[in-house]
């Protein structure tokens, strides 16, 4: 996240003049072949930019599609409050037929609580999960899959093997598809960052990041959600938490291991950011 100077057109019938207004990064994301990029605003707006990104003399003017995504349209009741973007992932969906096949950008979006709401009065969505497709010029349709929460910053993961969304809250976490929520897990814990280990030889792990209430520590753990296990464990000293966590893939050396899905030189790397 940053704070970005960006121009732009003056339409108040200034003759092509422009102005400058600072806008404050809070997501982005870029679509594996480069030909697309979502850019999550705190103001709760999308900007999505298709068209040669790999170009090095690439102009955002000269884009093939610029477009803006308001996420608090997606909602039936907005709120004069904005709903900051907190997480971006671009996936494939391969359907059946294959005419609604195509690019998908899941989007989650959340707002701080009002502590000072009165227990009368009708508290407005936190936040909301929604999955755009992306694949055509704007507008967009868009899928809602969760209209009452979404998740705080760094806290949501896109497992690249199945082209699933895992969301990380307070209580546990949420697996959602292109159209729908399909499971959760009970996984208490103020979460701090989620990522997942996918690649041809495991696949299902999660990384969360969470703070424990009892040691009153940050534990990093790396779940195997669907068999219901614990394959790593380790708690940070007092006064650290974790920013972030990446995660890669190392391949073998040799097209033989590669085939084989084995070897010494294959492995997942997770690489926490603790501050």
Known sequence: PANVVVPVADRSGGGGRSQSTTVYISAFAVKDDGCQIAVGLRSGKVLVVSGDLGD???????????????????????SAIPMPVTCLYFGTSYSDPPQQSG?????????????????????????????????HAA??????????????????????????????????????????????????????????????FISDLVVVASHNEQSRRTDVNIYDLK?????FNFRLGPDQHVARILTGYTAPTSKQQHTANHGPNACSTAFVLVV
């Open 56 to 78: 090095p003399f690439f102009q955002l003017d000269k884009a093939n599609a610029y477009s803006t995504i308001h996420v608090d349209e997606t909602v039936k009741k907005p």
């Open 103 to 135: 690019t998908r950008l899941f989007v989650t979006a959340e707002r701080a609580s009002n502590p000072r709401r009165r227990s009368s009065e009708r508290e407005e969505p936190l936040g909301v999960v929604v999955c755009y497709n992306t694949t």
């Open 139 to 200: 507008p967009f349709p868009a899928v809602l899959l969760d209209d009452e929460r979404g998740c705080a910053e760094q806290c949501a993961a896109l497992n690249p093997k199945d082209h699933e969304l895992v969301v990380g809250r307070d209580e546990g976490a949420c697996y959602f598809t292109f159209e729908d929520r399909t499971w959760a897990f009970s996984l208490d814990g103020r979460k701090q960052a989620v990522a997942t280990l996918s690649d041809n």
């Open 227 to 231: 068999n219901k296990f614990v394959a």
